[in-house]
Antibody, heavy 118, light 110 residues
């Protein structure tokens, strides 16, 4: 059974960098598929942030591209998200997920709330 | 890229059928057979209900079905049950090599 778990600080100061890690169990991320991040601001809908292919190639939301970086650590079976220069608008529940192709995210983490505040 | 357009809310009585629409453009919904639908209970992880416009993952009830015409995709839930009350989101692959979600629809079972 594939499981994903997000980890990282729950509070980030404005202008700083948000860093999150997703640890995958039950499946080797180097085998196949895309691995991505999706967020939900309070009271709003879902927003796709970025995806990384098992080979390491990345796709980013055009509206966030200048601030986002994804990476993968196959030795730890983890992938990570960095979002720079955060503002209050980046406050959201952040989910990591497995995309088996064309946006079909079939496995999700439980989500982690990140608040941007001084 | 703009979010796909969904109705903010829909409602139905137990046993009835409802349909949620998802409107995009030829650069996303209409351009690819890659629309997916998610069921989301507050505080829980979203669940994939439909992928590639109309395919159901293993374990998803056949009461859920997806279709598409032009730039509009639809999710139909038949035989509505109380447990179907949730938020539903559509998502499409887009030509900018990205994904775009709809704004979400709150389903109320009366």
């Amino acid at each position: 059974q594939v499981q994903l778990q997000e980890s990282g600080p729950g509070l980030v100061k404005p202008s700083e960098t948000l860093s999150l890690t997703c640890t995958v169990s039950g499946y080797s991320i180097s085998s196949a598929y895309y691995w991505g991040w999706i967020r939900q601001p309070p009271g709003e809908g879902l927003e796709w942030i970025a995806s990384i292919y098992h080979s390491g190639s990345t796709n980013y939301n055009p509206s966030l591209k200048s601030r986002v970086t994804m990476s993968v650590d196959t030795s730890k079976n983890q992938f990570s998200l960095k979002l720079t220069s955060v503002t209050a608008a980046d406050t959201a529940v952040y989910y990591c997920a497995r995309d088996v192709g064309g946006g079909a995210n079939d496995c999700w983490g439980q989500g982690t709330l990140v608040t941007v505040s001084s | 890229q703009s979010a796909l357009t969904q109705p903010a809310s829909v409602s139905g009585s137990p046993g009835q059928s409802i349909t949620i629409s998802c409107t995009g453009t030829s650069s996303d919904v209409g351009g690819f057979n890659l629309v997916s639908w998610y069921q989301h209970y507050p505080g829980k992880a979203p669940k994939l209900m439909i992928f590639e416009d109309s395919k159901r993952p293993s374990g998803v009830s056949n009461r859920f079905s997806g279709s598409k015409s032009g730039n509009t995709a639809s999710l139909t839930i038949s035989g509505l049950q109380a447990e179907d009350e949730a938020d539903y989101y559509c998502c499409s692959y887009a030509s900018s090599i990205s994904l775009v979600f709809g704004g979400g629809t709150k389903l109320t079972v009366l």
